[in-house]
């Protein structure tokens, strides 16, 4: 059962980053927590453990991170009374996994500000670490005896959550032989945006929408996450991982569990990633002709000249690997029956985004010469947090003349509470013990089956690899997997596309 803040403020926590000075810290985990912090959100007593195996001074550590936190909190610089007060819960600790002094004087530590609170304390035990390290790491705490209490003790996993499904289920098995599953906090930072947790709200407390969320209404869907960056200094990393791996698996596939997934019994962690897995289990085999990879060319993104993905820093000359991969699938249930789910991801694409549009089916007996069938909702993720249905309006004047108009949902302007950024509230939750917003091992192992199919097939075969230049939407093939649904790609949100008339001259 998770805690209630009140209860958590009482409850003293101690938070361990492995790869406390990395970029995952310095840009969202450190800001995260002093957002946390100057918001009220975290314990009276907490204490954050960076390990970092550089021998730093804790005044190094202290300038990096106040760095970070004036470059990519969303609250700006940091207030200079607050940050002392914040900096000295920041404990720098110097240790190597491979050392095997490391997780003694880590225990030792930690027991000691257990008993200066004189209570034995919440403990995070956060992996920001590339996964060569998860094993060396959970053995360390599990021979130590460090997480060996479920109600207090949470291990927080980075994706990837292996390369495939063998792997995934190794590592599921390497973490469950010393954890409780109900310990162990898969992050998937997509789940933490305000927009993705109001799609529950928006279903499920919204009756209006619930007759309307299923195949006789709905004529297909689309998730598409376009990003506008190449794989920078990921070049290694990328070229053994590939779109399908880095963005299919994970994060496209969660939001389609979000949107697909039936009403859960009741708004606890378990029944709602029980209706994910259901859901991720009815997806139908994937075919081959079902999905186009491709792989971008030099181009320009942004005004700025982009290199060929080959010529990208540790990018085999001759890789096969792709960087944009668009699919179609079927889920087999009685809510989506014969529902087209159109997938897109890319990188180098014309600009960041992350979409999710369902398509209405046309209206039946259609009295209005004009009606455009036109009905979509559009959730925005990124990088505006809105939802907007297009509906068909009359036009003003004499004449019955119908024209889509944009019924907008915009967070800034709905609420006058700041959204959190994802990791203030995936954080927040790890510390209450709440697992709503995490992936469950059933879940991680069900996304890997559905896509290993293709995986194997690609294996197979090097041919079918298509082209598009940076800066493009893709290769032509992508727009013609739309066309077999009758569908095109939604490029951006109405709230992104120019107005439909000039505003009226007259108004406010």
Not at 148 to 171: C, H, M, W, Y
Not at 188 to 212: C, M, S, T, W
Not at 456 to 474: F, I, M, P, Q
Request: hydrophobic residues 35%.
């Amino acid at each position: 059962m998770s805690l209630s803040l009140q209860d958590l403020k009482k409850t003293p926590a101690s938070i361990v980053i492995f790869g406390g000075f990395g970029d995952l810290s310095w840009r969202k985990l450190i800001p995260a927590l002093y957002n946390l912090f100057i918001g009220g959100y975290l314990p009276e007593n907490f204490t954050i453990f960076a390990m970092d195996y550089h021998g730093r001074t804790d005044a190094a550590y202290d300038k990096h991170m106040l760095e970070g936190i004036n470059t990519f909190s969303r609250t700006g610089k940091a207030d200079p009374e607050k940050w002392n007060i914040f900096k000295d819960r920041l404990d720098y600790f110097q240790g190597d996994f491979t050392v095997p002094d490391t997780f003694p004087r880590l225990k030792k530590a930690l027991e000691d500000y257990d008993k200066q609170w004189g209570k034995r304390a919440i403990r995070v035990f956060y992996y920001s670490v590339s996964p060569g390290f998860i094993q060396m790491i959970t053995e360390g705490l599990s021979k130590y005896k460090m997480a060996n209490n479920p109600s207090k003790d949470r291990i927080v996993i980075e994706k990837p959550f292996g390369t495939d499904l063998a792997s995934a289920q190794k590592l599921n098995k390497l973490l469950t032989k010393d954890f409780k599953e109900q310990q162990i906090y898969r992050i998937d930072h997509y789940l933490g945006k305000e927009v993705v947790q109001n799609i529950l709200a928006f279903r499920f407390a919204n009756h209006i929408f619930e007759p309307l969320w299923r195949s006789g209404e709905v004529d297909h869907i689309q998730i598409s996450v376009a990003e506008d960056v190449s794989v920078g200094t990921r070049g290694k990393y990328y070229d053994n991982s590939g779109a399908l791996r880095d963005m299919i698996q994970n994060h496209l596939l969660q939001l389609l569990s979000v949107i697909a997934m039936d009403r859960p019994k009741s708004y606890t962690a378990e029944c709602i990633r029980d209706e994910k897995v259901k859901v991720l289990k009815s997806v139908r085999k994937i075919k081959p002709e079902e999905v186009v990879r491709a792989q971008y060319t030099a181009g320009t993104v942004d005004g700025n000249k982009q290199a060929a993905y080959i010529d990208e820093v540790n990018v085999a000359r001759n890789s096969k690997t792709e960087t944009f991969v668009a699919l179609k699938l079927f889920i087999d249930n009685p809510r989506w029956k014969g529902v087209p789910f159109l997938l897109r991801t890319g990188k180098c694409m014309p600009k960041k985004s992350s979409l999710i549009t369902i398509v209405f089916k046309p209206t039946p007996n259609k009295i209005f010469k004009d009606d455009t069938n036109s009905n979509r909702l559009y959730i925005s993720i990124q990088p505006e947090q809105t939802i907007n249905l297009i509906v068909d309006g009359k036009v003003p004047g004499i004449e019955m003349k119908l024209q889509p108009v944009n019924m907008d949902f915009t967070y800034n302007d709905s609420f006058c509470e700041p959204s959190p950024e994802a990791y203030e509230t995936l954080l927040l939750d790890v510390l209450e013990g709440d697992t709503t917003l995490f992936i469950r091992d059933d879940q991680v192992e069900t996304a890997w089956k559905i896509v290993m199919p293709i995986l194997d097939y690609w294996k197979k075969t090097s041919s079918g690899l298509k082209k598009y230049a940076a800066g493009t939407e893709g290769p032509k093939a992508s727009d013609q997997l739309a066309k077999s649904v009758g569908a095109k790609w939604a490029l951006s949100s109405p709230n992104e596309t120019p107005l439909l008339c000039e505003p009226r001259k007259d108004k406010p």
